[in-house]
């Protein structure tokens, strides 16, 4: 038998393959809900933006930054329907966490550089800033306005811009009534795999995260020697509620099983692995990664199209 029908061979049905992956997912959650933590973000004093969706990444983040011991979390959201929600999640399962929410536009620069200042005023320190509202569009390039362009360029690339211009500002105060000596900290954008390649988004939205790609190796480089470090995930396809009506459309046909199959894992994500990766990044475990684009994506965009079985 050749390689090619030996792969062709073991590959499991589509259906065992989708019962895999719901089963997968069930148990990268308990363990993300179940962990006591370990501390990992002792300390520190973090913004998240784009926290309000109830199955989005910045949630997910919010909250593992509580579990892993953050002093003091200032949390936005434009829309702030589920802002009481989280407040109250965290705050009863991690009462020691302070918690701010704030509504407010994550592209707007009074809203930004006015969560840095306070967070210096009531925290004394700013340690981390996970720049991740987002929003996606769905029209393609002949009928994308102008309208359109600039508002996606403006919600995903200019917050991300105005993210790494005041964070940085107010993680270079030290205070060391506060335990902060030196300058420093950690800020995270989240981009997409469309910003690497095409064939994941609109023709607005790719540019607008390929700009939040160069947006923090550019910083990177001006903010050197402050020891602030600023990098950007990129998601591949995710469930959350930006994709969330994909998949309810696709359960609701029974192809389920398809969704997720052009990575390598042949799976979606969850907002938790986000997460998981955006802890990394805050935390000391990733003192020496800066000015990088890191994919989280099954390995979607290591990969040319995947079609099951075949090499070629
Ligand atoms: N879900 C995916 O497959 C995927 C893939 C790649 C990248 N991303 C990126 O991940 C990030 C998080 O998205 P998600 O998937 O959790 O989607 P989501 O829609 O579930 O959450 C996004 C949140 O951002 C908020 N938001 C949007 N614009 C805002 C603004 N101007 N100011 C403040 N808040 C704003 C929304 O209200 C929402 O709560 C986004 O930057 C998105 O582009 C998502």
């Excluded at 933590?37 to 910045?58: D, E, M, N, P, Y």
């Excluded at 509580?66 to 009462?95: Q, V």
Aim: charged fraction near 20%; glycine fraction near 10%; aromatic fraction near 6%.
């Amino acid at each position: 038998m050749s390689g090619y029908d030996k792969v062709k061979s073991q590959q499991k049905s589509a259906e065992e393959h989708y019962q895999n992956t719901v089963a997968r997912i069930q148990q990268i959650q308990s363990q993300f809900n179940d962990s006591p933590g370990s501390g990992k973000l002792k300390g520190k004093v973090a913004v998240v933006t784009g926290v309000g969706s109830l199955k989005g990444i910045g949630r997910a983040a919010a909250i593992l930054f509580a579990r892993e011991g953050a002093t003091h979390l200032y949390l936005i959201d434009y829309d702030g329907t589920n802002l009481p929600n989280l407040k109250s999640t965290i705050e009863s399962k991690y009462p020691q966490v302070k918690v701010t929410t704030i509504q407010a536009d994550a592209a707007n620069e009074a809203a930004i550089s006015g969560v840095c200042e306070l967070a210096l005023k009531e925290a004394g320190r700013l340690d981390v800033f996970f720049a991740n509202a987002g929003l996606a569009s769905m029209d393609p390039l002949h009928d994308t306005t102008v309208e359109t362009f600039m508002n996606i360029m403006r919600v995903n690339a200019l917050s991300c811009f105005l993210a790494v211009k005041h964070a940085s500002t107010a993680m270079m105060k030290t205070n060391s009534s506060r335990g902060k000596d030196k300058s420093g900290g950690s800020i995270i954008l989240t981009a997409s795999t469309a910003g690497i390649r095409s064939g994941a988004g609109t023709v607005d939205y790719s540019a607008a995260k390929a700009a939040v790609n160069s947006i923090a190796k550019t910083s990177a480089y001006q903010l050197q020697k402050t020891d602030i470090r600023v990098n950007t995930i990129c998601p591949g396809l995710i469930e959350t509620g930006m994709t969330g009506a994909t998949f309810d459309y696709a359960r609701k046909r029974g192809t389920a099983g398809k969704i997720g199959q052009l990575n390598p894992l042949g799976r979606y994500g969850v907002a938790e692995e986000i997460a998981n990766a955006a802890l990394f990044l805050a935390s000391d475990d990733s003192s020496y990664v800066n000015g990088q684009n890191i994919a989280v994506d099954g390995g979607l965009s290591a990969s040319h199209p995947v079609v099951p079985g075949r090499w070629a």
